[in-house]
């Protein structure tokens, strides 16, 4: 039987572990040719081991998302080895958290060259080829902290705020343009990844007691990349502009849309009990 993305081509940046990892699996098993890029290559190779030892077609390519030229190359690389591209998960993305006071400019910098300028340069080389292509699926990974504010996560806020109202901008171009090409943005809410041991913490949230905390947090969440994956399916197919993932990220959509005083006061009564350090 055909897979829902049957010999669609595929790029999955930050595909070598997490969230993107989970969507190059799925996305292979709905029988797409994916290629998962990564600056981590052992596990980006094992990503794809794992998609071909399946019976699926991957190939990885190494590639650093906050690099122009590298995007070039592998744009070029897809063009030469599969002659198009129809779906890009621009997802590699770090986290960086810690009170704006603790963040030095080289912390916001990184934040916003990895999550941000990455998400940028992803969408202006791919979009050529998915026209030549014929079509085009650009999922923009942002998170529900792109759909709200949180104490001590500003710099992360701020680009995954940016992905969203970037998305917006570019799937309107792609409108006025008549590209056939859409463009979602994807909120996940607390996915249990290695993002919690990877995320860089400053100042007061720099204690090992603050990351097993956020760790053992993430792990009682439970809500894995694979039903990630499947959700970004479904909601890319729905066509939502907006995509909320998890129950939490839809419960915020949702408040914030129709209640946000609450969720105003939700957050702050969250941020000053994690202070005085009760949750
Ligand atoms: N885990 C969550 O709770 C959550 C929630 C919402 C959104 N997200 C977003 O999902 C995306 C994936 O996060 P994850 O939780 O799977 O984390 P992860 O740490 O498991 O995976 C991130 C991947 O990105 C790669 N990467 C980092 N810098 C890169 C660069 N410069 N170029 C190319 N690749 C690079 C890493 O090597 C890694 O393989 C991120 O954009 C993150 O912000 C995560």
């Known amino acids: 039987m055909a897979g829902r993305v049957q010999d669609k081509i595929a790029l999955v940046t930050g595909g070598a572990s997490g969230i ?30 794992d998609i071909r030892n399946a019976g699926g077609q991957a190939e990885y390519l190494h590639h650093d998302v906050t690099d122009e030229d590298a995007w070039r190359n592998v744009v070029e690389t897809i063009r030469s080895h599969h002659g198009g591209l129809n779906i890009l998960v621009n997802n590699a993305g770090i986290g960086i958290g810690g ?41 923009n990974m942002s998170s529900v902290a792109g759909l709200k504010g949180s104490a001590n996560l500003s710099a992360y806020n701020a680009t995954k705020g940016g992905v969203r109202l970037f998305t917006k901008g570019v799937a309107l171009e792609c409108g006025q343009q008549r590209w056939p090409i859409r463009v979602n943005s994807v909120h996940p809410g607390i996915i249990d990844t290695p993002i919690t041991r990877n995320a860089r913490l400053v100042g007061e949230m720099d204690k090992p007691e603050k990351r097993v905390e956020m760790v053992e947090g993430y792990q009682r969440r439970g809500y894995t990349p694979d039903r990630v994956a499947r959700n970004i399916l479904k909601a890319v197919e729905k066509n939502r502009l907006v995509a909320p993932i998890s129950p939490e990220a839809w419960a915020l959509y949702y408040m914030k849309r129709f209640a946000p005083w609450l969720l105003r006061r939700i957050g702050l009564v969250l941020a000053r009990r994690t202070r005085r350090g009760s949750v």
């Open 99 to 139: 009170s704006i006071l603790d963040l030095s400019l080289a912390d916001w910098q990184r934040q916003q060259a990895i999550n941000l300028d990455g998400v940028f340069l992803g969408v202006k080389h791919c979009i050529p080829l998915m026209r030549d292509s014929g079509n085009g699926s650009i999922i």
């Open 20 to 49: 993107g990892r989970g969507c190059a699996l799925r996305l292979a098993e709905e029988g797409a040719i994916v290629v998962v890029s990564d600056i981590d290559d052992a596990l980006g190779e094992t990503t794809t081991n």
